[in-house]
């Protein structure tokens, strides 16, 4: 490896990483709260709102994120009461908003797949039980129903956690300069291209290690009560 | 006309995006084929803790699940990999231009990510086995590769279906990726109409639609296999 | 082993030389999507001044072309992947593409300007040390990988630069406005100006040539890898040969409109 190259990279590369981060907490903040109210939706015994919460899964789960991303960033970006209208330029009109935008969308998806299967292994019981008691149906939920969901979700919430780091470097392809975006940029001026991709790819291995620890440690928390 | 269906049907892309789709299934099924291989070799090696060859294979996936498919991506297509030039020659592709050779790489690339993924599945699979069914086997003195055969296959197969079937979902959305360095797939089809009528918010609906559609095909295939491969019981 | 992985060896080889035997066809990778240089349709044929000059030179040297399509900043690793023998995509001699590939003399040169919606404050200025100071702060598309985004990112490093796989993809933005300026070369931004979605825009008249900063290369070349130097000795004279005759100036009308070959020195 030669060390000049590895000394004009890395910083450069760092630079990304920040906005890498920022895209992720960013993504994963709306995408499971919109998640969680499609988990909701989809429970519910309102036949309109599960079978939205249902078309949404399937067509977001179905397509790939790129083909998302370049619908909403070129596909909204050529239409002109889009462009017209300053709130929806603001994000559309900006790449990293316009990622930020796809990916919570796309994760939302999923998470409402995996908040679900939670929402679902709850014993009916429990919820009967709290209503007996006179809770509200909003405490119950507060109360039992989602810290218990998410406890159950959590080991699943992790991967797609993951996933989503990793579709962050897809707002690359739409002028975003987070990591993959500079590391492209790199390479194409020194054509160094494994050392570059290897500094790079150190990174999104790093992220990912932070957070799956992140979320194990909140696992081992929420668990803290079984015996061990 | 802002959203120029015309053009679509005008610019013979109607044909030049059903050919995409073409190439995407086949590089889905051919990333899937070679993935699955993959993700057997390596899944019967983590299973039966084969020592020094488990790193190899811990490594390999925890990298490919770790790092964005689109940087392996471009590693595997920008980086000058001669070996796969070879690989690629010594099946035939004589030119080793066109398509033939993003083709090879692409299949290379995203079996490289399909395979790390049905890694687990099949592990997962194979602990999955009640233990006990092996041991009984063994007590019969049935031989090693008849227990292989007749016991751990095809309850493997079962209990992996239904992760093989998110597998492919998930490679078939991946190979969109490949779009970026210029296989003539669905996406890239979708891509260049776009750039040239200047209309992408069709194309890219278009991509859409052909894509989700190759998934819940898929999705009803597998749940026919599922049904298909349940265990009878007597009545 | 030994045994075996001589085997193995000779497999290879034996597939590599038959691979590289297609003798008489000369494999050419270019873009594809760069109007009017080269212009891929939907059945991957390709037309344009790169595609002209190929067929030019395969007439020339006795082969047969092979056109290959390929992302801009994709072609250099291509090449040393022996993907292709040649590349024929309006490609700038430069310094550090030197160190990677060979190029045959430059058969043609082209000035590189700025394209700005009309009205802009930029609009009106008249010489480069000026605009590049404008620059300042503002958001400027040009493609991937190119001697324009080399240049943009050392002689105006404060601008917001915006770097796009494809032409198309930045004049898309540009024309939505999500980009304030767009440099690249004359000739494909006044392709652009000429569609319906370029109307609202002009260029901004600085003429930035390659003489004003060697980041801009020495003219258009084609580029060889760097072993193949008896193709290289071929080209040249082929090349030199096609200039003088006038035939590569009679392609750049057609395209250009104006004679951008460049003679041998």
Not at chain 1, 128 to 151: D, H, K, V
Not at chain 2, 148 to 171: S, Y
């Amino acid at each position: 490896m030669d060390f000049e190259l590895v000394r004009l990279a890395v910083p450069t590369l760092a630079k990304g990483l920040w906005l890498t981060a920022v895209l992720t907490v960013a993504s994963i903040a709306i995408g499971f709260n919109l998640g969680l109210a499609l988990a909701v939706m989809r429970l519910s015994k309102n036949r309109a709102l599960s079978g939205f919460a249902k078309g949404y899964s399937t067509v977001f789960r179905g397509t790939p994120l790129l083909v998302q991303l370049f619908l909403f960033y070129y596909g909204l970006g050529q239409l002109s009461f889009v462009r017209d209208n300053p709130v929806l330029w603001w994000i559309v009109g900006d790449g990293a908003h316009c990622a930020v935008m796809a990916l919570a969308l796309n994760t939302a998806a999923y998470t409402s797949e995996i908040l679900r299967g939670g929402l679902m292994s709850i014993p009916g019981g429990l919820v009967e039980a709290a209503q007996a008691c006179g809770m509200s149906r909003l405490l119950c939920f507060r109360r039992i129903t989602f810290p218990l969901a998410i406890r159950q979700a959590l080991p699943a919430y992790g991967n797609e956690l993951v996933l989503v780091v990793k579709g962050t470097s897809l707002a690359s392809t739409i002028t975003v300069l987070e990591i993959t975006g500079h590391a492209k940029r790199l390479m194409s001026q020194t054509y160094a291209i494994l050392e570059i991709f290897a500094i790079a790819g150190v990174l999104y291995l790093l992220i990912n290690l932070v957070l799956i620890t992140l979320v194990r440690l909140l696992e081992a928390r929420l668990t803290r009560y079984l015996p061990r | 006309m802002e959203l120029g269906l015309w053009q679509v049907w005008e610019g013979g892309w109607v044909s030049a995006i059903l050919r995409g789709a073409a190439i995407t299934i086949a590089l889905g099924v051919a990333s899937m084929a070679f993935g699955i291989v993959i993700g057997v070799a390596c899944g019967l090696i983590k299973w039966a803790r084969l020592f020094p060859l488990t790193l190899v294979v811990d490594f390999y996936t925890s990298i490919v699940r770790g790092v964005p498919e689109l940087l392996i991506i471009y590693l595997l297509f920008f980086s000058s990999v001669e070996f796969v030039a070879q690989i690629a020659a010594a099946f035939g592709y004589e030119g080793l231009a066109g398509n033939g050779y993003a083709f090879t790489i692409a299949v290379v690339a995203i079996a490289a990510i399909s395979g790390a993924y049905s890694t687990e599945v099949v592990r997962g699979a194979l602990a999955a086995i009640p233990g006990g069914h092996i041991e009984a086997a063994r007590a019969l003195g049935i031989p090693g590769r008849r227990i292989f055969r007749r016991i751990i296959a095809p309850q493997m197969l079962r209990i992996a279906v239904p992760g093989m079937n998110n597998v492919w979902q998930t490679t078939i959305k991946d190979t969109a990726l490949v779009s970026v360095v210029g296989l003539q797939e669905l996406m890239r089809a979708a891509f260049v109409g776009a750039g040239s009528t200047r209309h992408p918010f069709i194309f890219y609906l278009i991509a859409a639609v052909v894509y989700l559609a190759i998934t819940l095909v898929s999705q009803g295939g597998f749940d026919w296999i599922e049904r298909l491969l349940r265990p009878r019981t007597r009545k | 082993m030994k045994l075996k992985s001589l085997l193995l060896a000779t497999f290879f080889a034996a597939g590599l030389t038959a691979a590289q035997a297609a003798e008489g066809e000369l494999s050419i990778g270019t873009e594809g999507e760069y109007p009017p240089w080269s212009m891929a349709d939907s059945a991957g044929n390709v037309t344009g001044f790169d595609a002209d000059v190929g067929n030019l030179l395969c007439a020339k040297l006795e082969m047969k072309c092979h056109f290959v399509v390929q992302a801009f900043d994709g072609l250099i690793p291509a090449l040393k992947a022996k993907r292709f023998d040649i590349i024929i995509s309006g490609m700038s001699i430069t310094a550090e593409r030197k160190k990677q590939i060979n190029f045959s003399v430059g058969y043609a040169e082209l000035a590189n300007m700025f394209v700005v919606k009309k009205g802009s404050d930029l609009a009106g200025i008249k010489d480069i040390e000026t605009l590049l100071k404008s620059l300042d702060g503002r958001t400027v598309g040009v493609q991937a990988g190119t001697t324009h985004a080399h240049f943009v990112e050392k002689r105006a490093s404060s601008t917001d630069l915006k770097t796009y796989d494809t032409l198309d993809q930045m004049q898309i933005d540009l024309a939505s406005g999500r980009v304030e300026a767009a440099f690249a070369d004359a000739s494909a931004l006044q392709d652009f100006l000429a569609r319906p979605d370029g109307k609202d825009f002009q260029f901004v008249d600085v003429k930035v040539l390659s003489t004003f900063d060697p980041t801009l290369g020495e003219g258009i070349g084609v580029g060889i890898s760097q072993e193949n130097t008896e193709l290289k000795a071929r080209i040249d004279k082929a090349l030199c040969e096609l200039v003088a005759d006038g035939s590569i100036g009679k392609a750049s009308q057609t395209w250009f409109k104006t004679d951008i070959s460049r003679p041998c020195q």
